[in-house]
């Protein structure tokens, strides 16, 4: 079975410019995550998507970041215009409601390391 | 206080060695939790949940103490493949919080 599927894997950008990140998740799971990891750091969640639709997006700092999940299935994470401290890995999750209560295991992708110079 | 926390290390052991890390969270109502690990510029994985009643996986043993609001994770018999960064992870209803890691190396 195919596992979270990101692009690019590295990205190299002036800062200023645009970049956009795509995120292609396990067949089958409804919910997708993007999560924002420095180094030395845990994971922090930046958006969660159900389906299509956006129920937490509280941690995503709206002035430059946007995402969407438009048909439910793969999501684009963009930031417009990228600043230094933007550099970082960004992670995709994807994870599948076989419980009724407690989070479901998630399956993350690889990542897409982004470099702002 | 951050909402978990865990000794960064690194832990330098030999192989064969029984190793421990702790982790401690700060929100009471955390219902979930979970050990990953990480392996350098890679992903994180799921290596096992965590149970109130103690819960063994192999050489991996997690304990969760809610009372102290404390997560433990014991490796025995280290292997050098065990090197990697393991992440304790509280949660909510759906929202994994993670802790900055714990870095573990194992030599030979």
């Known amino acids: 079975e195919a596992g979270v599927v990101q692009s690019p894997r590295y990205k190299i950008i002036e800062k200023k410019q645009p970049v956009a990140f795509w995120c292609n998740p396990i067949s089958g799971h409804n919910t997708l995550y993007w999560y924002l990891q420095n180094l030395g750091q845990g994971p922090e969640l930046l958006i969660r998507?159900?389906?299509?639709?956006?129920?937490?997006d509280s941690q995503l700092p709206k002035d430059r970041f946007s995402a969407e999940r438009l048909k439910g299935v793969d999501s684009t994470l963009k930031i417009q215009p990228a600043e230094l401290g933007d550099s970082a890995v960004y992670l995709c999750a994807s994870s599948a409601r076989v419980r009724s209560i407690g989070p479901d295991t998630q399956y993350f992708g690889p990542g897409t390391r982004l470099t702002v110079l | 206080r951050k909402e978990v926390e865990q000794d960064p290390g690194p832990f330098n052991v030999p192989e064969g060695a029984t190793v421990a890390f702790n982790c401690t969270y700060s929100?009471?109502?955390?219902?979930?939790f979970f050990w990953y690990r990480q392996d350098c510029r890679k992903e994180p994985k799921l290596l096992m949940s965590v149970y109130s009643s103690g819960n063994e996986d192999g050489r991996f043993t997690a304990q969760l103490n809610r009372a102290s609001q404390y997560i433990s994770l014991l490796i025995r018999d280290s292997k050098l493949s065990d090197s990697a960064t393991y992440l304790c992870?509280?949660?909510?209803?759906?929202?994994?919080?993670f802790g900055k890691g714990t870095m573990l190396l194992v030599s030979p």
């Open positions: 929100n009471s109502a955390s219902q979930s």
């Open positions: 992870v509280v949660s909510g209803y759906s929202t994994l919080t």
């Open positions: 998507y159900e389906n299509e639709e956006a129920v937490d």
